[in-house]
Nanobody, 121 residues
Framework: VQLQASGGGMVQAGGSLRLSCAAS???????MAWFRQAQGKEREFVAG???????LYAESVKGRFTISRDNAKYTVYLQMNSLESEDTAVYYC?????????????????WGRGTQVTVSS
């Protein structure tokens, strides 16, 4: 399984970006998630979506980010609105086989290479 994240870039604070994660195979039975890692910090959970469509968000992005999935296109999205400088990081998509969304990176077996998001204040 390969995951390819795209859609990152540079945006001013308050702006929006939409990240996409394209999987090489079917994802309808998997839990998908986005993590991020800022320079000098540990990787952290951002958002996840279960096979049934249940979602979970980190407190820091609730109300601003929305995760969604299109199983027919083998793609997961992360719509990011009201971006803040603290959102600057490399964003990774991940795929796990669990039924529930987990916030720990160890719950995910496959990872994409990441896409850089830079928010200028």
């Amino acid at each position: 399984v390969q995951l390819q994240a795209s859609g990152g870039g540079m945006v001013q604070a308050g702006g929006s970006l939409r990240l996409s994660c394209a999987a090489s195979g079917r994802i309808f039975s998997d839990t998908m998630a986005w993590f991020r890692q800022a320079q000098g910090k540990e990787r952290e959970f951002v958002a996840g979506i279960s096979r049934s469509g249940n979602t979970l968000y980190a407190e820091s992005v609730k109300g601003r980010f929305t995760i969604s999935r299109d199983n027919a296109k083998y793609t997961v999205y992360l719509q990011m609105n009201s971006l803040e400088s603290e959102d600057t990081a490399v964003y990774y998509c991940a795929k796990g086989s669990g039924f529930f969304v987990r916030m720990v990176s160890g719950a995910y077996e496959y990872w994409g290479r990441g896409t850089q998001v830079t928010v200028s204040s």
